[in-house]
């Protein structure tokens, strides 16, 4: 399985941004799907955001679409989420999670998981 560490997270004021970087390690890079969820204390993990393989199909969350941007660069085996115009309401801990080739949504499809990287979003 591949190892995921998450970067990049912090404190920014609401309309700010943020670039969030997970870097995998121990697989095979260009093979995995990867994807970024978010959770708050006592609630479920929530998809964010994914992209494929191949770079070629990505997927968003409708509470970030337009707003969020993830990328992947292969040679440096490290999947991007670019955050822009942030709200209070994207406080969470992010997290990255690998699985084969394709995207889903569904957390418990992801094979490997970071540790996590907090964001707050003042007011």
């Known amino acids: 399985q591949v190892q995921l560490v998450e970067s990049g997270g912090g404190l920014v004021q609401a309309g700010g941004s943020l670039r969030l970087s997970c870097a995998a390690s121990g697989g095979t890079f260009s093979t995995y799907a990867m994807g970024w969820f978010r959770q708050n204390p006592g609630k479920e993990r929530e998809f964010v955001a994914a992209?494929?393989?191949?770079?070629?199909?990505?997927d968003y969350a409708d509470s970030v679409k337009g707003r969020y941007t993830i990328s992947r660069d292969d040679a440096k085996n490290t999947v991007y989420l670019q955050m822009n115009s942030l709200k209070p309401e994207d406080t969470a801990v992010y997290y990255c999670?690998?699985?084969?080739?394709?995207?889903?949504?569904?957390?418990?499809?992801?094979?490997?998981w970071g540790q996590g990287t907090q964001v707050t979003v003042s007011s």
């Open positions: 999670a690998a699985r084969k080739f394709f995207v889903v949504r569904t957390a418990s499809r992801y094979d490997s």
């Open positions: 992209i494929n393989w191949d770079g070629g199909t990505t």
